[in-house]
Protein backbone atom coordinates (compact mmCIF):
# COMPACT_ATOMS: atom_id res chain seq x y z
CA UNK A 1 0.00 0.00 0.00
CA UNK A 2 1.49 3.47 -0.86
CA UNK A 3 1.18 6.30 1.38
CA UNK A 4 1.74 9.95 0.82
CA UNK A 5 3.18 12.65 3.04
CA UNK A 6 -0.21 13.01 4.46
CA UNK A 7 -1.11 9.62 5.02
CA UNK A 8 1.87 8.72 6.31
CA UNK A 9 1.55 11.75 8.78
CA UNK A 10 -1.96 10.51 10.29
CA UNK A 11 -0.87 7.70 10.37
CA UNK A 12 2.16 8.60 13.07
CA UNK A 13 -0.07 11.35 15.24
CA UNK A 14 -2.16 8.35 15.37
CA UNK A 15 -0.38 5.51 16.67
CA UNK A 16 1.17 8.07 18.50
CA UNK A 17 -2.17 8.99 20.12
CA UNK A 18 -3.11 5.54 20.52
CA UNK A 19 -0.07 4.81 22.53
CA UNK A 20 -0.12 7.86 24.71
CA UNK A 21 -4.04 6.77 25.36
CA UNK A 22 -3.23 3.29 26.00
CA UNK A 23 -0.08 4.22 28.64
CA UNK A 24 -2.85 6.58 30.45
CA UNK A 25 -5.38 3.87 30.31
CA UNK A 26 -2.83 1.58 32.35
CA UNK A 27 -2.93 4.83 35.60
CA UNK A 28 -6.54 5.85 35.05
CA UNK A 29 -9.20 2.82 33.55
CA UNK A 30 -12.31 5.42 34.67
CA UNK A 31 -11.16 8.50 32.53
CA UNK A 32 -13.75 8.81 29.75
CA UNK A 33 -12.60 11.38 27.31
CA UNK A 34 -9.12 8.81 27.05
CA UNK A 35 -11.15 6.13 26.08
CA UNK A 36 -12.84 7.97 23.32
CA UNK A 37 -9.25 9.70 22.37
CA UNK A 38 -8.10 5.90 22.13
CA UNK A 39 -10.78 5.04 20.04
CA UNK A 40 -11.14 7.94 17.26
CA UNK A 41 -7.11 6.86 17.08
CA UNK A 42 -7.92 3.24 16.35
CA UNK A 43 -10.88 4.83 14.22
CA UNK A 44 -7.98 6.51 12.16
CA UNK A 45 -5.32 3.71 12.22
CA UNK A 46 -8.27 1.01 10.74
CA UNK A 47 -7.98 2.53 7.55
CA UNK A 48 -4.51 1.95 7.27
CA UNK A 49 -4.76 -2.28 7.50
CA UNK A 50 -6.04 -4.93 5.25
CA UNK A 51 -9.68 -5.77 5.83
CA UNK A 52 -9.92 -8.39 8.53
CA UNK A 53 -7.10 -6.20 10.74
CA UNK A 54 -9.60 -3.14 10.25
CA UNK A 55 -12.21 -5.22 11.56
CA UNK A 56 -10.62 -6.36 14.54
CA UNK A 57 -9.20 -2.43 15.21
CA UNK A 58 -12.62 -0.97 14.53
CA UNK A 59 -13.88 -4.00 17.09
CA UNK A 60 -11.51 -2.89 19.95
CA UNK A 61 -13.00 0.83 18.77
CA UNK A 62 -16.40 0.28 19.76
CA UNK A 63 -15.16 -1.70 22.84
CA UNK A 64 -13.04 1.29 24.00
CA UNK A 65 -16.19 3.57 23.31
CA UNK A 66 -18.51 1.32 25.16
CA UNK A 67 -17.09 1.96 28.09
CA UNK A 68 -16.63 4.81 27.90
CA UNK A 69 -20.54 5.25 27.94
CA UNK A 70 -20.60 3.18 30.74
CA UNK A 71 -18.29 5.59 32.64
CA UNK A 72 -20.41 8.48 30.91
CA UNK A 73 -23.61 7.97 29.49
CA UNK A 74 -23.96 11.68 28.52
CA UNK A 75 -20.39 11.81 26.40
CA UNK A 76 -21.93 12.55 22.48
CA UNK A 77 -18.42 12.61 21.51
CA UNK A 78 -18.46 8.71 22.12
CA UNK A 79 -21.68 8.31 20.17
CA UNK A 80 -20.85 10.18 16.84
CA UNK A 81 -17.34 7.87 16.87
CA UNK A 82 -19.36 4.72 17.71
CA UNK A 83 -21.69 5.69 14.66
CA UNK A 84 -18.83 5.80 12.58
CA UNK A 85 -17.05 2.57 13.98
CA UNK A 86 -20.38 1.09 12.92
CA UNK A 87 -20.42 3.05 9.21
CA UNK A 88 -17.04 1.94 8.93
CA UNK A 89 -17.78 -1.59 9.73
CA UNK A 90 -20.79 -1.65 7.50
CA UNK A 91 -18.82 -0.55 4.36
CA UNK A 92 -16.34 -3.59 4.85
CA UNK A 93 -18.50 -5.91 4.31
CA UNK A 94 -19.26 -6.96 0.41
CA UNK A 95 -22.73 -8.00 1.35
CA UNK A 96 -25.21 -5.34 2.20
CA UNK A 97 -27.68 -7.88 3.82
CA UNK A 98 -24.38 -8.12 6.53
CA UNK A 99 -23.32 -4.48 6.74
CA UNK A 100 -27.00 -3.19 6.89
CA UNK A 101 -27.08 -3.69 10.55
CA UNK A 102 -24.28 -1.78 11.36
CA UNK A 103 -25.64 1.32 9.17
CA UNK A 104 -28.76 0.82 11.22
CA UNK A 105 -26.51 0.76 14.71
CA UNK A 106 -24.84 4.16 13.01
CA UNK A 107 -27.74 5.83 12.67
CA UNK A 108 -28.84 5.18 16.69
CA UNK A 109 -25.89 6.51 17.45
CA UNK A 110 -25.87 9.51 15.55
CA UNK A 111 -29.50 10.21 16.39
CA UNK A 112 -28.37 9.98 20.06
CA UNK A 113 -25.66 11.98 19.96
CA UNK A 114 -27.75 14.64 18.09
CA UNK A 115 -30.68 14.61 20.67
CA UNK A 116 -27.84 15.23 23.58
CA UNK A 117 -25.92 18.07 21.33
CA UNK A 118 -28.88 19.51 19.57
CA UNK A 119 -28.18 21.70 16.58
CA UNK A 120 -24.45 19.95 16.25
CA UNK A 121 -24.35 20.31 12.34
CA UNK A 122 -21.53 17.43 12.00
CA UNK A 123 -23.86 14.76 14.08
CA UNK A 124 -27.21 16.41 12.22
CA UNK A 125 -25.03 15.48 8.40
CA UNK A 126 -23.82 12.55 10.00
CA UNK A 127 -27.59 11.20 10.16
CA UNK A 128 -28.38 12.54 6.82
CA UNK A 129 -25.24 10.27 5.16
CA UNK A 130 -26.09 7.47 7.19
CA UNK A 131 -29.34 7.21 5.71
CA UNK A 132 -27.75 6.79 2.03
CA UNK A 133 -24.91 4.27 3.25
CA UNK A 134 -26.90 1.54 1.82
CA UNK A 135 -27.41 2.98 -1.62
CA UNK A 136 -23.37 3.99 -1.27
CA UNK A 137 -22.60 1.12 -0.06
CA UNK A 138 -24.37 -0.93 -3.13
CA UNK A 139 -22.41 1.28 -5.47
CA UNK A 140 -19.03 0.99 -3.93
CA UNK A 141 -19.09 -2.71 -4.25
CA UNK A 142 -20.24 -2.47 -7.80
CA UNK A 143 -17.36 -0.44 -8.95
CA UNK A 144 -15.21 -2.44 -6.97
CA UNK A 145 -16.61 -5.90 -9.00
CA UNK A 146 -16.46 -4.07 -11.96
CA UNK A 147 -12.70 -3.35 -11.45
CA UNK A 148 -11.70 -6.68 -10.87
CA UNK A 149 -13.59 -8.07 -13.48
CA UNK A 150 -11.70 -5.90 -15.61
CA UNK A 151 -8.56 -6.77 -14.38
CA UNK A 152 -8.13 -3.90 -11.44
CA UNK A 153 -8.41 -1.76 -14.25
CA UNK A 154 -11.29 1.62 -13.80
CA UNK A 155 -14.37 1.01 -14.19
CA UNK A 156 -15.62 2.79 -17.13
CA UNK A 157 -19.35 3.71 -17.08
CA UNK A 158 -21.70 4.20 -20.30
CA UNK A 159 -21.21 7.39 -21.86
CA UNK A 160 -25.33 8.28 -20.10
CA UNK A 161 -24.33 7.58 -17.02
CA UNK A 162 -20.63 9.49 -17.19
CA UNK A 163 -22.20 12.55 -15.50
CA UNK A 164 -24.84 10.73 -12.64
CA UNK A 165 -21.64 8.55 -12.37
CA UNK A 166 -19.44 11.30 -11.73
CA UNK A 167 -22.10 13.15 -9.03
CA UNK A 168 -21.92 9.89 -7.13
CA UNK A 169 -18.07 9.55 -6.92
CA UNK A 170 -17.92 13.38 -6.11
CA UNK A 171 -20.44 12.87 -3.27
CA UNK A 172 -18.42 9.72 -1.78
CA UNK A 173 -15.62 11.93 -1.99
CA UNK A 174 -17.40 14.98 -0.07
CA UNK A 175 -18.78 12.17 2.64
CA UNK A 176 -14.69 10.44 3.08
CA UNK A 177 -13.43 13.72 3.03
CA UNK A 178 -15.70 15.17 5.83
CA UNK A 179 -15.12 12.20 7.94
CA UNK A 180 -11.54 12.52 8.15
CA UNK A 181 -11.53 15.98 8.91
CA UNK A 182 -13.70 15.50 11.60
CA UNK A 183 -11.43 12.37 12.73
CA UNK A 184 -8.64 14.89 11.94
CA UNK A 185 -9.84 17.50 14.40
CA UNK A 186 -10.97 14.88 16.88
CA UNK A 187 -7.51 13.33 17.33
CA UNK A 188 -6.05 16.70 17.07
CA UNK A 189 -7.83 18.00 19.97
CA UNK A 190 -6.67 15.25 21.87
CA UNK A 191 -3.21 15.29 21.11
CA UNK A 192 -3.37 18.69 22.00
CA UNK A 193 -5.00 18.01 25.75
CA UNK A 194 -2.22 15.77 26.49
CA UNK A 195 0.35 18.24 25.83
CA UNK A 196 1.57 19.26 28.86
CA UNK A 197 1.68 23.41 29.25
CA UNK A 198 4.01 25.62 28.70
CA UNK A 199 6.83 26.06 31.08
CA UNK A 200 5.94 29.92 32.37
CA UNK A 201 8.33 32.62 30.81
CA UNK A 202 11.50 33.95 32.60
Known sequence: MQFSQDDFDRLMLSEHSRKTCEAHYAKNSLDAENLIKWAGALLELSQFQSVSDSKIM??????KLEEALVINPTKHEALWCLGNAHTSHGFMNPDLDEARPYFEK???YFQRAAEL???NELYLKSIEVTAKAPELHTEIHKQGMAQQALGGGPATPSSGKSSKAKKSSDFKYDIAGWVILALGIFIWVGAKSNMPPPPPPR
Open 58 to 63: LDDCIS
Open 106 to 108: ASE
Open 117 to 119: EPG
